[in-house]
């Protein structure tokens, strides 16, 4: 009876044994499954993360009154072309501010991108209005410019462009003091270039007051013909502009905007 017993006793356990590895086999199994299909799910899911940062908006300083911008988008503002190297890249859009050899050389733009588009002092001031244009990569204003025997302001503009990034770039023109700088202390203007040759145009002092009074950031001064020699730009003359807020740009030199 006893070994009878002991046989059925063997039985079960064996029976139990079985049914146990059994069933940590399959957990295994189902287990390995799910990851498998975890990872899959994961690897399919597209990815929400933020997209990817706009690079800074750079510019260009060519010389004379010659000016390049890059928006954040990569798109390319031309101003008053004219002196200088950097008209490689296409452009898609040409700003001009009046009608002096020294403004207009737009032929220097060979390149330039499907739908560029060329706004001078025509389309800027019409029947004295200033306009604005959106560009969506850039928003232009047109704003006052000339006063003096050699610019008339009926003729002649500056402009304000706001950036996508929300940067503002004042550029004066040809011109002396305004009537509408003092209003353009309210736009928080970021970079302002003032000419100031002081032949054709205001001086530095005239400017450094100009500066003054539209209250940007950074005061850069262009526009600052060397007293001899052709050329475009008098670093020296530069550096006496009056204001605690001078930015120096050299010829040929990029900088980032923010």
């Known amino acids: 009876m006893k070994s009878f017993k002991a046989i059925l006793t063997s039985i079960c ?20 499954q799910n990851s498998s ?4 799910q994961k690897e399919s899911e597209p990815n ?3 997209q990817e940062t706009k690079q800074p908006a750079k510019l260009l300083y060519m010389g004379h009154a010659s000016l390049r911008i890059t928006t954040p988008e990569n798109r390319v503002i031309y101003i008053d072309p004219y002196a200088g190297k950097g008209y490689d890249a296409a452009a898609d859009l040409i700003l001009v501010t009046h009608d002096h050899f020294d403004h207009t050389a737009v032929d220097k733009i060979t390149r330039r991108a499907e739908g560029c588009q060329t706004v001078t002092w025509k389309e800027a001031l019409v029947k004295g209005n200033y306009k604005t244009f959106d ?14 025997r050699n610019h008339n302001v009926k003729n002649c503009v ?12 004042y550029v004066s023109g040809d011109t002396s003091r305004t009537k509408q700088m003092p209003k353009l202390a309210q736009r928080q ?3 302002a270039f003032y000419c100031c040759d002081g032949v054709y145009n205001m001086d530095l002092k005239e400017a450094a007051e100009c500066a003054k009074l539209v209250g940007a ?11 001899k020699g052709n050329v475009y730009f008098d670093r020296k003359r530069a550096e ?15 900088i980032e905007l923010s």
């Open 37 to 40: 299909a975890a990872t899959e």
């Open 189 to 191: 203007i970021d970079y």
């Open 158 to 169: 500056g402009y304000l462009i706001t950036l996508s990034d929300g940067v503002k770039i």
């Open 217 to 227: 950031k950074h005061d850069i001064p262009y526009h600052v013909i060397a007293a």
């Open 48 to 50: 929400t993360g933020s």
């Open 135 to 148: 560009f969506g990569f850039a928003t232009v204003e047109a704003v006052e410019a000339g006063y003096n």
């Open 13 to 32: 356990l064996l029976l139990t044994f079985t049914s146990c590895v059994g069933g940590t086999e399959k957990r295994a199994d189902d287990s390995q």
């Open 240 to 254: 006496t502009f009056d204001s605690p807020n001078l930015l120096v740009i050299d010829q040929g030199e990029e």
